[in-house]
């Protein structure tokens, strides 16, 4: 599996990023809707991201209430797009 970024191939990493890579941005609620994953679960691999540059995070308070956003950067986007190719890739090296 040369070339698969293992950052984004762990499963629950693959879901967040690929739910961000369709929306602009994403906050706490939509991702924890879409996911089933706990706060907990969100929280720790989206530090992973952050921490690799995948994903930008934002957090505000709107109507006195705490709003957590997730972005993915230009590097996030590419990283996707390429972990896609690979895949893609190595799917098609299988036929």
């Known amino acids: 599996m ?3 970024d293992r950052l984004i191939h762990e499963p629950a990493r693959l879901v967040l990023v690929s739910s961000l890579y369709v929306v602009d941005e994403a906050d706490f609620v939509y991702l924890s809707n879409r996911t089933g994953f706990t706060s907990g679960n969100i929280s720790s691999h989206m530090t992973k ?4 540059g995948y994903v930008e995070v934002a957090k505000t308070f709107v109507d006195k209430r705490p709003r957590t956003t997730y972005k993915l950067t230009k590097t996030g986007r590419k990283a996707f797009q390429q972990y896609r190719e690979n895949v893609e890739g190595l799917l098609s090296a299988a036929e």
């Open 2 to 4: 040369t070339g698969i």
């Open 49 to 52: 991201l952050e921490a690799a």
